[in-house]
């Protein structure tokens, strides 16, 4: 099968001087994009569960955080999964993005790591006398940016341009990303004085912000029969596609957002505003809308209700909401504006 997989590791074409002047967008990946029919609302929910269940023979005890991921890559958007180390964030990222077929790339963010080595670099080719361009990890459709707070600010950036745009530009050339394109990205909690925070454009891109946990006694159990012998990760198989990933997509997209959720969206926005001394932007309004709009479509319906909305605002919004006081959180602010704001 031809996917996304072999347009991130196929090499790339030679590029003259003039062509990269012109900043002339790349079209390697055009083929991944070819247009698809939507999937029927209960059609992609049973797609959602299959995965679900599947990532679940890898990952014990941890069905919200599973769904949560396919709820980002459904709503075209990036997830930051903040936790200590060692439980199963790796793990996760590789067992969803094979349970559909996806191209898979780590980067392990360092001290010493340049954006370079996240969005590729050209390398001068003695035989053609040109410059060739080896595309970095991220191109790929899953990318896991693994403890991306080790790695300073100007490395971080790297990404910003692919998470918005979906695209990376590199000598005046612009080259497109595989579709689906999602970065998941672990940060670690637990040594302040070695990492670096997070700028607030790059962490306005994640679309959810979940912690996995410790597991129960009875789960960690579990997974250490699981995994004191061959890796069950190892011998995950896909039970869907990238193109039914796509098609999913769509089905999403054409999900009805009418206009008294849209001015309740945006009235809890405001309502952050007012509460911290940095509220909800409208990039995370409208990443509550998409996300709300998958839990409609995993409820089997073609239409979002407030419901959607106040399932999803825990995960999308207090990640970006700086208040003055250490004592009160994004997650009080969020949980105070679900209680004040009144659904019209």
Request: proline content about 7%; overall charge negative; glycine content about 6%.
């Amino acid at each position: 099968m031809t996917d996304a997989r072999d347009a991130a590791e196929a090499p790339q074409p030679a590029e003259t001087g003039d062509t990269r002047r012109a900043g002339k967008k790349d079209s390697h990946s055009r083929a991944d994009r070819t247009e698809l029919s939507p999937m029927e609302p209960d059609a992609a929910s049973a797609l959602v569960d299959r995965v679900v269940d599947n990532v679940e023979e890898v990952i014990v005890g941890k069905h919200d955080a599973v769904e949560h991921v396919l709820v980002t890559l459904l709503a075209r958007g990036h997830l930051l999964v903040e936790d200590v180390p060692g439980v199963g964030k790796t793990t996760l990222a590789k067992a969803v993005s094979r349970s559909v077929d996806a191209s898979f790339k780590r980067v392990q963010f360092t001290p010493d790591l340049l954006p370079s080595d996240v969005t590729g670099v050209n390398v001068f080719n003695q035989k053609t006398d040109e410059f060739d361009f080896r595309p970095g990890p991220v191109f790929a459709n899953v990318v896991l940016g693994d403890e991306i707070n080790r790695a300073p600010p100007k490395t971080q950036s790297a990404l910003l341009e692919a998470m918005e745009e979906r695209q990376v530009t590199t000598d005046g050339v612009t080259r497109e990303l595989p579709d689906p394109f999602c970065v998941i990205a672990t940060q670690n909690d637990v040594e302040p004085g070695r990492t670096y925070e997070l700028p607030v454009a790059e962490v306005d891109r994640f679309t959810k912000k979940i912690r996995l946990g410790y597991p129960g006694v009875e789960e960690e159990a579990t997974i250490l029969d699981r995994t004191v012998g061959d890796h069950p990760v190892d011998a995950v198989e896909p039970v869907a596609t990238v193109g039914e990933v796509r098609r999913a997509r769509r089905t999403v997209s054409a999900v009805e957002v009418t206009e008294p959720v849209r001015t309740y969206v945006a009235r809890l926005a405001e309502h952050t505003r007012r509460e911290a001394a940095l509220g909800v932007s409208p990039r995370g309004s409208l990443a509550l809308l998409r996300t709300a709009q998958v839990r409609a479509v995993l409820d089997d319906r073609d239409y979002v209700i407030p419901d959607d909305v106040q399932a999803e605002a825990p995960t999308v919004l207090p990640h970006r909401i700086r208040t003055d006081s250490g004592a009160r959180t994004g997650e009080d602010v969020v949980s105070g504006a679900l209680e004040r704001v009144p659904v019209e």
